[in-house]
């Protein structure tokens, strides 16, 4: 660094550093640099152009960006800049022992004596501790000798409450074996007693809340019962785990499935609803081709049957709708109207909006295909609308099919279950569910758009 | 002790010295080391002097006859591979170790003595010394030990720590259970919050000493001969499976049985070394066949390629009832419920026998297959074989170097008030 700032002549903050230069030289070696006579900035030039045009040295800026300052990146550490600072094989007594042993550790020279700075790690729990007087006043026990409740408080106090090290060095030569909610339970019963007839709490059991005196209570019937069971946990055997994974993926496959049919379901309403909503607002001439919808959704359930039903009435007894209404609650696909301002293109408004799923733009392309239908045709304002209104009503067929088969197949499903669960039986299905379905399944296209309210008989509306 | 406030990294050395004693070896050296300054074999080579005479018998003053009785009864004690491993009549190897504890004390004191003058080169009344002991010592084994330590080194303070908790330490765990595959057995043992539990700890004599007599029963159903390296005067360049062409060295007469099985039951030792392997599942013949051979040459020349041999010897290390797996199930049983879930989270493997080469795998296998699927297995070992050897040294190291561990020490002041009666509560 010194190199560089001597080659660029920029003049090196006396640092207190030891360098080898003042080691070996001392001060008085330092170079003086001549600094130039100082140019005052003009009157309104800002600094920054100022400090473009001249500098200390009057040089040009660089052209090349340099990287030599300290402000862009850190400074490397310094080692061996300092002097060595000496260190002594010293004694020291640590607070923390009783008993002053003097130990010798290195330490600087320089450092002043102070504490034992690891003294202050030196923690204890504190335990209650009893006279003879007051054992036998208050914390006799039938189950338990004094000796060994002493005991107890012993290893308690040795090795800081950890209960089942107590447990491990409990002596089992003088006295009987105990388990660790045996020992947990005297311990935080003397705990207790201790707290409510002597005046100094003890920090780790009593804690003073609001000026009142709250004593850790240890339920040991409960804990009993808790290590109980948990041992129980631990000791099953390989079968008894396996078991219980096998029900675990059980009970998932058995959600998952309900799940699922609570799907179906729900698509399946959704869908009758909107078939609905469709077909009430159409021109009811063939009742017959009508009546094809609900019986459709009539394989679902019977609540959705009464309603549907229902529906199918009124649809049959209301007279016809104006056409802006259907247009409004179209239920196929639903073209965005007009925008606002501006000029555009017509064909804009054939372009499927962008819920549209790519498998069902596919899927009306392919029936638009079977109609020999042009998929992009000339944009007049009446291809535009009926061709948008057939596209709808294909998703609204394709959907409704859909639904059908699904229907058939869980119908199906059902007849062989029901033959599976009363064997000699067989489950004769209404012809008119069955029938429907055969049939829709073998009508032409074009009839099924008819069914659901074609751009045709719209158009006989009007 | 370093750093602004004197307590960074929470170290602060005091010159104390670790001692390791093991029953293949003992280790020693100084706190805060990663490794001990000396690995010494746990026997001792027991012979007369009359081999080398003692500057002492040159003294001037010395009485002919005097000189002579003295020569006769005198026995020199020989200590580590230099001096151990050259022929000498009439010297016996003797162990002071036995059941992981130490007996022989006055054998004891010897190697004591060579750890003082010849490895730490420093007078003992310098250093505290910890000692690493057995989960199993007797309380008067303890209190000899201390004893010695206090009144004839005249250590300034001594402290005594269970070596499965400072495996558990080497490895930076409080609570482990600790499966130590030593050479006399292997045991496991649960330690809780730093503390060993004592009724918990289960053992088996299977170690490496029976590794050792698996392999010589194995290489006599071979008909493959050990010959004592040191009986080769030399030998020649033969191919492979092909008779050994050697020719043997002319022995002082006298050697003692014990010495020369020692020095063979090395041989051994390092066969395994180099052979045993343990497979990963139970021995299947197809799949150790699968796995390329390894070369090994014996002392006489004779030399071959081992292949499913070696994964065959180390099945005895896994046998049902008697293998680490069973031991740490049975200590993980043997614990409070509350424990287990920590100590099945943190298996801790140290001893040289887990240094063999995929014996840890084995043995996270073989638990993962017992282990209760509540909870969550984890086995940890160092990653070098050294420190695997090493890892209650290295806890000891550890631990003696810590800051808040100084005040923990017996000192010699209260060993003169308290006598060796504390040592069991302040040890525990």
Redesign the interface.
Known sequence: MTDILDILDIEQPSASEVTRDSIIHGDKNKKKYVTAKTVRRPEGMHREVFALLYNDNKELPPLLPTDTGKGYKQNKAKLGMRKARKWVWAPFTNPARKDNAVFHHWKRAADEAKEYPFAQFNKQVSIPSYSESEYNQYLKSEDWSQAETDHLMDLCQRFDLRFIVIHDRWDRAAFRDRSIEDLKERYYNICGILSKVKTNPWSNTVTLVNGEKRVYHYDADHERKRKEQLKRLFERTQEQIDEEQMLIAELKKIEARKRERERKTQDLQKLISRADSGSNTLNTGNTNDVSNTPTNAANMSRRHDRKLHKKKLSSQQRPVRALEAVTVEWSGIKFPEARGTGVWLRSQRMKLPPGVGQRKTKAIEQELRLMSIDIAPTPTEAICKHFNELRSDLALALDLKNALASCEFELQALRHQYEALNPGKTLTIPPSICNTSTDVESKPVGEIIDVVGSPSAVNNTI | ?SGP???LY?G????ALVFDPGHHSLRVGYAQEDTPKADIPAVIGVGPATHIPDAEQKVPDGNVTQSGTKTGNELRHYIDVTELHVPRPNMEVQTYMKDGQIENWDLFEKMLDYCYTKVIRSPSEHH?ALFTEAVWTTRPAREKLAELLFEKYQA??FFLVKNAVLAAFANGKSTALVVDAGASQTSAVPV??G?A????AVRSPVGGDHLAAQAKNMLNSMHIQMLPVYSIQSKEVIRERERARYTLKTLPAGLTPSWQQYMLKRQYEDFCHCIAQVSETAYDERTAAVVPGVHYEFPGGYHQDFGPERFKLTECLFEQSLGAPHLVCAAA?A??????PALWGSVVACGGVAALGGWLERLAKELASRA????RLKTHAAPSPAERRFAAWIGGSILASI??F??M?I????YD?GGKGQLE?KC?
Do not use: K
């Open positions: 002790m406030n004197g307590m929470g602060d050395e005091i010159g505290p300034p303070a809780v919050d503390y539990l004592v009724s918990a049983s614990c409070d419920a509350d424990a287990r209760p699927s509540s909870h800051g808040s100084q005040q020490w000192s010699s002041q209260e008030e509560r525990p």
